[in-house]
């Protein structure tokens, strides 16, 4: 069976659950092969996860100038894997970092590529949703090997016990490769939330909040949720673009979304439509957003959250 190289998305040896996810949709395809960058111990100590959702194999590719320079070196270990392991096809997370070292690595290696596929069928045949969901593409790539970045959220990580026998890459990336080097990394201070795009339980604010997230935020602390935003909430500066939902922010797909103070513009719901349940609070009950929740609440946020909150604490 021929394989498929998974890149691994993590934080210092952790695991990105949109890994997991990737791993998911590689069984089928072929056989999973985890393609670690980093830390040589940090790849061994997460081989054992990257084994349970699948990999039969973990190359960890720990060579200074992955961590020393932006994207370029990855790619080239990437073009380099293609060209010597012959895969049947490479998937990617489609983050800022993955659509780049998935374009770089097929120019390098003469092949095509997909990007933001939420679904890869046999064959690597890829589903795009475009237009802000309103057309489904399918398509293949049909020349060289096929470089698929998978959106995250876009299938529930299923574990498949894969052996995840680690090998180590001796490869080192060129002179020409390293063009841009890091200079430094500022860790954002942690708001004690779940990642947005990976939290089971999303809340988010609109134009409605009228700039006060504080019920929002209340009640995603007390679901344990991470805190999403409308394009009209982080275009008056009232949350950060990083939380921005929808078509030029992030896609996310939890088990329970909730709009508050957002009408369901047909650009914040392709990023959240595929959210298992939603719940919209709207003071108008012909706001679009009820189109497609499965629960609604007509009224005013300020009074419907924080009963929403007291309910939940007092549970
Ligand atoms: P509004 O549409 O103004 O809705 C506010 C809602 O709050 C109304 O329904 C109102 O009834 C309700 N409300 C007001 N007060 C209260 C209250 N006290 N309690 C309860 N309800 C209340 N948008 C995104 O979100 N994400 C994107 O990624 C995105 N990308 C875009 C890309 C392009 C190219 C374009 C053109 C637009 C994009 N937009 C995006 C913008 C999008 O079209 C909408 O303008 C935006 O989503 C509206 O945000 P909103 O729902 O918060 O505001």
């Not at 983050?95 to 770089?104: F, N």
């Amino acid at each position: 069976m021929s394989e498929v190289l998974v890149l691994v998305d993590h934080v210092g040896g952790e695991v990105r659950k949109s890994t997991l996810e990737l791993l998911t949709i590689a069984k089928p395809l072929g056989e999973p092969v985890a393609v670690f960058i980093g830390d040589a111990a940090a790849g061994e100590a997460a081989a054992g996860r990257l084994g349970e959702y699948g990999a039969e194999k973990v190359l960890v590719a720990s060579d200074p100038a992955y961590s020393e320079y932006l994207v370029a070196p990855h790619a080239e270990l990437l073009a380099n894997l293609i060209e010597t392991r012959q895969p049947a096809g490479v998937l990617v997370p489609a983050t800022a970092d993955g659509r780049e070292i998935a374009a770089r690595a097929a120019v390098r290696t003469n092949s095509g590529v997909i990007t933001d596929a939420n679904a890869v069928a046999d064959g690597f045949v890829a589903t795009q949703s475009v237009f802000a969901g309103s057309y489904t593409v399918t398509g293949r790539v049909i020349k060289g090997t096929p470089i698929v970045a998978v959106k995250p959220n876009s299938v529930a990580p299923e574990a498949n016990a894969g052996a995840g026998t680690v090998e180590t890459v001796d490869f080192a990336p060129s002179d020409a490769a390293k063009t841009a080097k890091i200079v430094s990394v500022e860790e954002k201070p942690a708001s004690g939330r779940p990642q947005l795009t990976e939290a089971p339980i999303v809340v988010s604010g609109g134009r409605g909040t009228n700039g006060d997230f504080g019920p929002v935020e209340e009640l995603a602390d007390a679901l344990g949720a991470a805190v999403g935003a409308s394009r009209a909430a982080v275009d008056a500066g009232w949350y950060p673009h990083a939380n921005q939902v929808g078509q030029t922010g992030k896609t996310v797909s939890p088990q329970l979304y909730v709009a508050a103070g957002i009408s369901g513009a047909i650009q914040h719901r392709a990023g959240m439509q595929t959210s298992k349940n939603i719940v919209a609070i709207n003071k108008d009950d012909e706001a679009p957003i009820f189109e497609l929740a499965d629960f609604g609440v007509v009224g005013d946020l300020f009074q419907v959250l924080p009963q929403a909150t007291e309910a939940v604490k007092a549970r």
